[in-house]
Structures are given as structure tokens and as C-alpha cells.
Nanobody
Framework: QVQLVESGGGLVQAGGSLRLSCAAS????????MGWFRQAPGKERGFVAS????????YYADSVRGRFTISRDNAKNTAYLQMNSLKPEDTAVYYC?????????????????WGQGTQVTVSS
């Protein structure tokens, strides 16, 4: 069973940048797609970005496309989410997740392992 630990969250002003990391341990990291989701207070956990097992295919939510970049380093068992041009509406707890399959997916049901989350707060 893979275990995931997120880091890199914090407080940033609107227009700023943050990079989140997701360190994986356990079963082979490169066998799974990875995803990032976020949950704001009072809202459901929603899809942000996904990357396939090899890092060659990515998929983004419309709200972050062009501002966020998902990547992975299979040699380091780590996935990343580079967040630029942050907006107050990006404020949420961000979760990384390991997929049950090789390919990208925006569906939470396609992910079977989750990290504990990291808080991102964007001030106006």
C-alpha cells in the first residue's frame, strides 16, 4: 500500500506562487497515475489536476488550466503541483492521491490512496 505525504502549503498573497510536493512510499510509485484535489470549507473535494504514470499526459480543471502545472519525478517517488497566479478562490486544503490506474482521471473514485492534505491560503 502506498503512503502519501503532502508538503509546501502556506499563506501567499494573490498573484503569488506555491509549489506543493507529494512524497510517496510503499508500492511502486510509477505504477499509478497521480492526482491533486482540493477542498474548501463547506464544499466538496474537487479535482485540480492529474498526471499519468509516466508523466507524459496531464489533465486540468478549467479553473486552474494555464496557472497550475502538475509533474512527477518517478526516481524520487514524488509528485508536484506548481501553482502560479494564485487567487483567493484557490484557498483550500490540497490533497494528493494515487490512482488505481495508469491514466489520468478527474474522478475521485479512480483514486484509492490519499494524503492527509496541506492548507493553501491566498489573501487578497
Amino acid at each position: 500500500q502506498v503512503q502519501l505525504v503532502e508538503s509546501g502549503g502556506g499563506l501567499v498573497q494573490a498573484g503569488g506562487s506555491l509549489r506543493l510536493s507529494c512524497a510517496a512510499s510503499g508500492r511502486t510509485f510509477s505504477s499509478n497515475a497521480m492526482g491533486w484535489f482540493r477542498q474548501a470549507p463547506g464544499k466538496e473535494r474537487g479535482f485540480v489536476a492529474s498526471i499519468n504514470w509516466s508523466g507524459t499526459t496531464t489533465y486540468y480543471a478549467d479553473s486552474v488550466r494555464g496557472r497550475f502545472t502538475i509533474s512527477r519525478d518517478n526516481a524520487k517517488n514524488t509528485a508536484y503541483l506548481q501553482m502560479n497566479s494564485l487567487k483567493p478562490e484557490d484557498t483550500a486544503v490540497y490533497y494528493c492521491a494515487a490512482g488505481a490506474y495508469l491514466g489520468v482521471s478527474p474522478d475521485r473514485r479512480d483514486y484509492n490512496t490519499w494524503g492527509q492534505g496541506t492548507q493553501v491560503t491566498v489573501s487578497s
